[in-house]
Every structure is written in structure tokens, then in C-alpha cells.
């Protein structure tokens, strides 16, 4: 067993044939398994305006498979550089999403670079803003700094399980139960001021971060402990040592 969880940590590409399959059967267990209901009072899947989407990393799992797919062709997320990262680009590319690569440590100037092309574009562009190693429900400044320079709109939304298992992550993923529904709510699209200066920012940033956890049903006892954060920036300080 050893020999193959080093193997596979130690892969950097699979092969594309496993990303098409992991896509077929979400799809198969979306269509079959999962009631999903779509709560959209502001239009926004219909609508033509690029905009910056944020969502929480431990709602991923059926993100890509419950939007329409004109709406996914439209859409680029901004995905780490890091191996994981790779997965979740190959994944999302079988749903046709495209990617750019990059994170707070890694790529993070390219990855913007993509994401701003993608809004002159006319695409819209979509963050997991606690990714990829936390602290969770902590919004990062990358979405919203991207937002005011090209004078869009931020809008959080989420696919809320009615049932779902809760792994022991540092996201504590939600995989949803088989027969649950799947709520998907997109929010008050919140725009952000041209060229704001710090506090502004951080006003916003804490604004976008209050109404992602609120359409998410997040209680105060699921956000996470002073423990939990000073591990995460433990981790990302250790990641850093090791790229540097």
C-alpha cells in the first residue's frame, strides 16, 4: 500500500482517460441520485455580463456538473498551480470549463494575467477563494482586487446538500448523499469600486465573505478555530520554504 500512495503522490499528470470517466459517472449520479434546485432571484445564470464568481472549496464536488453548458464554455476558474490543481483543471476541462493556473504561492501573477484576459473576453471567472489550503470560509483579496480593476460584479454562490457526509479535511468537504437535494443559490452580484484603496478593499472583502457564508448556511461553530488557522499558515509557510 505504501508503495502505491507514494506512487501516486508522486504523479503529477494522470492519465485523460480518468478525468472522462470521474465526469460521466458525476454526471450519471447528478441526473440519477440528486434532486437539484437552482435559486437565482438576480438572472445571473442568463445573463450576457462577465462577472467574478467565488465559491468554497468543500462545495466543489458537483459545482462544474449543475450549471448549464453554455454557461460552463463561458467560464474560466482560476485553479492552483500545484498538483491537486492539476486534477481539478483536467476534471473541470470535461465539463468545458477552461483554467488558469495559479495561486497566492504559485503562478499567482499568471494566473490573474488569464483571468483578466478572460473578462475582456466577455468570460466570467470563477475562484475558490479558501483554496487551496485554508484557513476555510476565509476570503481571500484575489477575487475582489480582480473585480475592481475591471469593474465587475462578485457574486458568491453555492450548491448546498440537504444531506452530506463531511469529510476530515481542512475544507471539511461536503460529499453529498445519494436521494439529497442540491440547492444551488447564486447571490446579490456586489460590485466593488474602481481602484479601491486598502481598507476599502478589506471592507469588501469582508462584505463578499459575510454573504458567500450566508447563502452557504455557515454557522459560527463551522468556521475555523485559532488552531485550525495557525496550522494552515504553518503549512503555507512550510510550502513556501520548500519552493523557495
Same mark, same amino acid.
Given at each position: 500500500?505504501?508503495?502505491?500512495?507514494?506512487?501516486?503522490?508522486?504523479?503529477?499528470?494522470?492519465?485523460?482517460?480518468?478525468?472522462?470517466?470521474?465526469?460521466?459517472?458525476?454526471?450519471?449520479?447528478?441526473?440519477?441520485?440528486?434532486?437539484?434546485?437552482?435559486?437565482?432571484?438576480?438572472?445571473?445564470?442568463?445573463?450576457?455580463?462577465?462577472?467574478?464568481?467565488?465559491?468554497?472549496?468543500?462545495?466543489?464536488?458537483?459545482?462544474? $456538473?449543475?450549471?448549464? /453548458?453554455?454557461?460552463?464554455?463561458?467560464?474560466?476558474?482560476? %485553479? *492552483?498551480?500545484?498538483? +491537486? #490543481?492539476?486534477?481539478?483543471?483536467?476534471?473541470?476541462?470535461?465539463?468545458?470549463?477552461?483554467?488558469?493556473?495559479?495561486?497566492?504561492?504559485?503562478?499567482?501573477?499568471? $494566473?490573474?494575467?488569464? /483571468?483578466?484576459?478572460?473578462?475582456?473576453?466577455?468570460?466570467? %471567472? *470563477?475562484?475558490?477563494? +479558501? #483554496?487551496?489550503?485554508?484557513?476555510?470560509?476565509?476570503?481571500?483579496?484575489?477575487?475582489?482586487?480582480?473585480?475592481?480593476?475591471?469593474?465587475?460584479?462578485?457574486?458568491?454562490?453555492?450548491?448546498? /446538500?440537504?444531506?452530506?457526509?463531511?469529510?476530515?479535511?481542512?475544507?471539511?468537504?461536503?460529499?453529498?448523499?445519494?436521494?439529497?437535494?442540491?440547492?444551488?443559490?447564486?447571490?446579490?452580484?456586489?460590485?466593488?469600486?474602481?481602484?479601491?484603496?486598502?481598507?476599502?478593499?478589506?471592507?469588501?472583502?469582508?462584505?463578499?465573505?459575510?454573504?458567500?457564508?450566508?447563502?452557504?448556511?455557515?454557522?459560527?461553530?463551522?468556521?475555523?478555530?485559532?488552531?485550525?488557522?495557525?496550522?494552515?499558515?504553518?503549512?503555507?509557510?512550510?510550502?513556501?520554504?520548500?519552493?523557495?
Amino acid at each position: 500500500m505504501g508503495y502505491w500512495k507514494k506512487k501516486f503522490r508522486n504523479t503529477k499528470k494522470l492519465p485523460d482517460w480518468i478525468f472522462v470517466v470521474l465526469a460521466a459517472f458525476i454526471k450519471l449520479l447528478r441526473c440519477c441520485f440528486f434532486r437539484v434546485k437552482v435559486i437565482d432571484p438576480h438572472g445571473i445564470v442568463e445573463s450576457t455580463q462577465p462577472l467574478v464568481s467565488v465559491t468554497w472549496h468543500n462545495r466543489l464536488l458537483f459545482f462544474p $456538473a449543475v450549471f448549464p /453548458a453554455g454557461v460552463r464554455r463561458k467560464t474560466v476558474a482560476v %485553479v *492552483s498551480a500545484s498538483r +491537486d #490543481g492539476q486534477y481539478i483543471a483536467d476534471l473541470i476541462k470535461c465539463f468545458g470549463l477552461r483554467s488558469a493556473r495559479g495561486s497566492s504561492s504559485r503562478g499567482g501573477m499568471n $494566473a490573474q494575467l488569464e /483571468a483578466a484576459r478572460a473578462l475582456r473576453e466577455g468570460n466570467h %471567472v *470563477s475562484f475558490t477563494p +479558501d #483554496g487551496p489550503r485554508g484557513p476555510r470560509y476565509q476570503m481571500s483579496k484575489g477575487p475582489i482586487h480582480l473585480a475592481a480593476m475591471h469593474s465587475t460584479a462578485v457574486v458568491p454562490i453555492t450548491v448546498n /446538500a440537504s444531506r452530506y457526509w463531511e469529510c476530515r479535511s481542512w475544507d471539511r468537504f461536503q460529499i453529498p448523499k445519494p436521494f439529497s437535494t442540491l440547492t444551488v443559490v447564486l447571490g446579490e452580484p456586489i460590485f466593488i469600486p474602481h481602484d479601491p484603496d486598502a481598507e476599502t478593499l478589506e471592507i469588501y472583502r469582508k462584505k463578499v465573505e459575510d454573504a458567500l457564508n450566508l447563502i452557504s448556511n455557515v454557522r459560527k461553530e463551522d468556521m475555523p478555530t485559532a488552531e485550525e488557522i495557525a496550522e494552515c499558515q504553518r503549512r503555507k509557510a512550510a510550502k513556501k520554504v520548500v519552493k523557495g
